[in-house]
């Protein structure tokens, strides 16, 4: 089984798109219950970290190199 690792910063891309038509989140806190926001519309959302592991396609790692 695949581990998606994940922290503070990240981008998560979805399996399923928010009903805003965004499929990507940020993380905001990780813990035994993570907290999300979506970049679409900006709502925040706590999920269980088993229950969020589910939903992720792909993690984006935040990277300060890559900024801009
Ligand atoms: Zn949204």
Do not use: Y
Request: with cysteine; glycine share 8%; net charge positive.
């Amino acid at each position: 089984m695949q581990i998606l690792r994940f922290a503070q910063g990240d981008i998560l891309h979805m399996k399923k798109k928010h009903p805003c038509g965004d499929e990507r989140f940020r993380v905001l806190r990780t813990g035994s219950d993570v907290r999300v926001r979506c970049e679409g519309c900006g709502r925040d959302m706590t999920f269980s970290r088993i229950a969020l592991e589910k939903m992720i396609r792909k993690v984006e790692a935040d990277d300060p190199s890559e900024a801009n």
